[in-house]
């Protein structure tokens, strides 16, 4: 049984990498930073191997798309079982060059959420073992989930949406 | 039984290509599995998915919040209760509302009658699948049961929509009330003839016993939850580790397995029904306890008022039409808020930027993440073995795709 106490893992964690753990805030008690694509890994696989930690769950990963800052975002949910403790990581990539490192070495459960995040907002996952979409049609060419993808057929003239306040 | 061994020039060692699905009678679902045969053997599989995807996260984000909870009925629809709660309860979060006890109470009544259909499916087409079909008519009876007192109280059956932000959109009936306790009583001796068919049914136990294994580091590693982990012998239960609606005060056991196959994934769901049944108990009778007549927290501005009081009532019409023109004030956040579904955790991630749909709406749906173990856990097993772990890992084609 081991405890996680919120700010010594702060502590560590800032000592450790520095600048790579930016923007800490805890929306909902539920403790979240922003970190680098470079320093992601090496975040994850000392969260995981570090036995003080033991972060061996991951819980979700996610995509967002921020069209006003040009920016995608891959987000993290980690979760230490034993001490039932959770974290949030977000990772910002700019929209034209969406490349970011695997974590399907350290998480087996990664794979198909990743391969769901590239087919829906186009983030690369590089080193991913096959990383092909997966809930749309192989020759599909948008990435739907991003903002600029509209709901509907925009060439539909039958149906007046802004009626809805859509 | 030895396999044969076959020298490599062999014209004999040819291995085939099987497509098992989309539509095959022994997948519930649209599931489809390229697999590479060595006879009756399966070398390697192939997961295809998203036959029924209906890119419910793309819509959510064009859809008031109240209009979301329809689409959550359709990923899990055999315990969509579980569903609209999950996301009843991420808006609640979100916007601090603190719901009565009475509703919570009434809610887990729900909750788990929802988690007894399910694990019943589950657990019934397990027989259907191991070739004993009698087991799985007593348990469709049992659930029609269960669909009758949905039916009583939101007047739907299986996407069911079930209550608002806030509580629920009626009370209980004396006829629902009535319902639960004529199934309290009279599910137990079927549930019992139920386990006495199968529990130690030689047949059954060969059948099951050892197939699809999977170990806990295993289990953990590719992100299992609910009666998948808890077989594999990990006590992780939300309703336990991180209580939502009052799990707290409520006494009830996390049933745990050793071995990770199918047939402890059998008996942890059948564990699991037990203990939901002990929970409605004790939830009724709190239930009872409670003052009668509430049913939704007091939230005007973000919980619809009936009809009645919007043609008669100006302060229920003013809120009407705020709260479905989406003038209401939203907070700018991002709330993370999981249940234990009939399959594992259910997440919802919602990013909102305030307005009148979320920003960005996440679901962790639970199937998807345990079927991209399959292909791994039928490797060298037998074809019909495949077959029977599919079942038993109880994936849900709506929940994988959603």
């Not at chain 1, 893992?9 to 008690?29: I, M, R, W």
């Not at chain 1, 992601?40 to 798309?65: A, M, Q, S, W």
């Not at chain 1, 987000?75 to 230490?80: F, G």
């Not at chain 2, 070739?131 to 469709?140: E, K, R, V």
């Amino acid at each position: 049984m081991i405890q996680i106490d919120k700010d010594s893992l702060l502590t560590d964690l800032q000592e450790k990498f520095g600048s790579a753990v930016q923007n800490v805030v805890e929306p909902y008690g539920l403790l979240t930073f922003t970190t680098t694509k470079e320093q992601l890994l090496p975040i994850l696989t000392y969260l995981n191997e570090n036995d003080n930690y033991r972060f061996r769950f991951l819980t979700d990963v996610c995509g967002v798309h921020y069209p006003d800052n040009k920016q995608l975002a891959v987000i993290y949910h980690l979760h230490s079982l034993e001490s039932n403790f959770r974290l949030r990581l977000k990772v910002f990539l700019p929209e034209s060059n969406p490349h970011i490192p695997t974590v399907c070495k350290l998480y087996k459960s990664a794979n198909w959420q990743e391969r769901e995040t590239y087919d829906f907002f186009g983030i690369i996952f590089d080193g991913h073992p096959n990383l092909k979409r997966i809930l749309n049609v192989d020759d599909m060419v948008a990435f739907p989930m991003r903002k600029e993808y509209p709901l509907e057929d925009p060439n539909r003239i039958d149906k007046n949406d802004s009626y809805f306040g859509r | 039984m030895a396999h044969i061994q076959l020298g490599d020039d062999s014209l004999e060692k040819e291995t085939t290509t099987l497509n098992l699905g989309p539509t095959h009678p022994a997948t519930h679902g649209v599931f489809q599995n390229v697999l590479e045969m060595d006879g009756e053997k399966i070398l390697s599989a192939e997961s295809t998915i998203g036959y029924i995807h209906r890119a419910f996260e793309k819509i959510a984000e064009h859809r008031p919040y109240y209009q979301i909870t329809p689409l959550t009925d359709r990923m899990n629809y055999c315990s969509s209760p579980i569903n609209n709660f999950g996301w009843h309860l991420t808006v609640e979060k979100l916007l601090n509302i603190e719901t009565p006890k009475r509703v919570d109470y009434m809610r887990i009544i729900i909750m788990e009658l929802a988690r007894i259909s399910d694990h019943l499916i589950c657990n019934g087409i397990l027989g259907v699948d191991t070739g004993a079909f009698t087991g799985f008519l007593y348990l469709m009876q049992e659930r029609e049961k269960i669909y009758e007192i949905y039916e009583e109280i939101c007047g739907a059956r299986l996407t069911t929509n079930f209550g608002r932000v806030g509580g629920f959109e009626r009370d209980f009936n004396d006829k629902s009330i009535a319902k639960l306790k004529k199934f309290l009583n009279e599910f137990p001796a079927i549930m019992k003839s139920f386990e006495s068919l199968f529990d130690r049914n030689r047949i059954f136990i060969d059948r099951t016993r050892d197939v699809g294994p999977i170990s806990a580091e295993d289990a953990l590693n590719y992100g299992f939850t609910g009666p998948c982990l808890r077989a594999a012998g990990v006590d992780y239960d939300v309703r336990a580790m991180n209580p939502y609606s009052s799990y707290q005060e409520f006494e009830f056991e996390v049933p745990v397995g050793t071995q990770g196959d199918t047939y402890d994934r059998y008996l942890v769901r059948n564990a699991e029904i037990w203990q939901s049944v002990r929970l409605i108990e004790q939830a009724l009778a709190k239930f009872e306890k409670e003052p009668k007549g509430i049913y939704h927290a007091d939230v005007p501005e973000f919980y619809l008022p009936p009809k009645e009081n919007v043609y008669n009532n100006m302060e229920a019409l003013i809120y009407h039409f705020k709260i479905v023109m989406g003038e209401v004030d939203i907070p700018k956040a991002e709330v993370y808020h999981s249940v234990e579904g009939g399959n594992g955790e259910l997440g919802f991630y919602l990013i909102s930027e305030g307005g009148r749909s979320p920003f960005r709406l996440h679901f962790r749906r639970p199937c998807f993440i345990i079927y991209q173990a399959f292909s791994e856990m039928v490797k060298g097993q037998l074809l019909s073995d495949a077959i029977v772990t599919m079942s038993s890992l109880n994936v849900i084609a709506g929940e994988l795709d959603a």
